[in-house]
């Protein structure tokens, strides 16, 4: 059972796609999940409509502060997995969330990381983690990363980010053409013809791993002492000019 919640104040960091594509997964594996879209575009729930996923996959997508509580007390109770896709907004809902949930991911762009809303991300929820007294296990996600980046220069961005006790996803989500379609054609990455998106094969490959990995941290032993604002402001600075530093 795993609560995991998608954030970064950056829009179009790639989070409603690591949300579909671990909804996917979860449910291609047998597991009951819930997706929670709390995003006002309502982009999750448009594709959750078109993917065909029958009773695997709950679609929720009137969450509020007032509601969110309730609606995973309910969720938890039915469902295996529950994947909570947020807005590009930094308020309460998202800090609602994070504080609600076994993982919070946050996806950053590719190679060349814009990670300003990130850092304002980690810094919100270690804001929740302190005033809640509550570790929240969080980790960030390289996304949309060019399949031409070299393993060597992921493992280098790793490096930088695990040394500054940013754990991170060991599997990026790779810029794949199938992981636009599924939105413009409607279903799954299951449910695609392989003779109408390229590299079809490596996108499944790059979602189960990817889907793997996120499942050990949710329910693994990786929470790890949240950083303070300052480390995290510090942080960033120390990742350029890889990474933006958080504005003042
Ligand atoms: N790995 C990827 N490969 C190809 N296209 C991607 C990938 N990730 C995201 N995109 C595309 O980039 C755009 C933004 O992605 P997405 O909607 O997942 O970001 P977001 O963080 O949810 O954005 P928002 O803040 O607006 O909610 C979309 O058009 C999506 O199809
Ligand atoms: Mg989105």
């Known amino acids: 059972m795993a609560v995991i919640s998608v954030a970064n104040a950056k829009g179009g960091s790639g989070k409603t ?38 009773e695997g996959l709950t679609l929720v997508d009137t969450v ?33 969330a ?30 929740v983690s302190a005033n809640s007294h509550k570790p929240i296990n969080r980790a960030v996600v390289l996304s949309r990363v060019n399949p031409l980046v070299t393993t060597r ?8 980010l695990d040394g500054a ?8 989500v790779i810029e794949r053409a199938a992981f636009r379609d599924m939105f413009e054609t409607g279903g799954t990455l299951y449910s695609i013809a392989a003779d109408r998106t390229s590299n079809l094969d490596k996108a499944v490959l790059n979602m189960r791993v990817f889907a793997d990995e996120v499942l050990r941290f949710a329910v693994g032993d990786v929470v ?10 510090a942080t960033m ?7 933006a530093a958080p504005a003042p």
């Open 237 to 243: 600075r120390a990742m350029q000019p890889a990474v």
């Open 165 to 172: 006790k940013i754990p991170v996803i060991g599997t990026p």
């Open 153 to 160: 220069a992921l493992r280098s961005v790793k490096a930088v």
């Open 224 to 233: 790890r002492k949240p950083l303070v604002r300052a480390e995290v402001a």
């Open 17 to 54: 796609t690591a949300a579909v594509l671990l909804a996917t997964e979860f449910v291609a594996r047998g597991a009951r999940t819930a997706l929670l879209d709390c995003d006002d575009l309502k982009l999750a729930a448009s594709w959750a409509r078109t993917a065909r996923l029958g």
């Open 64 to 96: 509020a502060v007032s509601n969110l509580a309730g609606y995973l007390k309910a969720l938890r109770a039915t469902h295996e997995h529950i994947v909570i896709d947020l807005s590009g907004a930094r308020d309460a809902l998202v800090a609602f």
């Open 98 to 127: 994070a504080g609600l949930s076994d993982l919070v991911l946050v996806p950053v762009q590719g190679c060349a990381m814009d990670s300003r809303g990130a850092a304002h991300v980690l810094e919100l929820i270690d804001l």
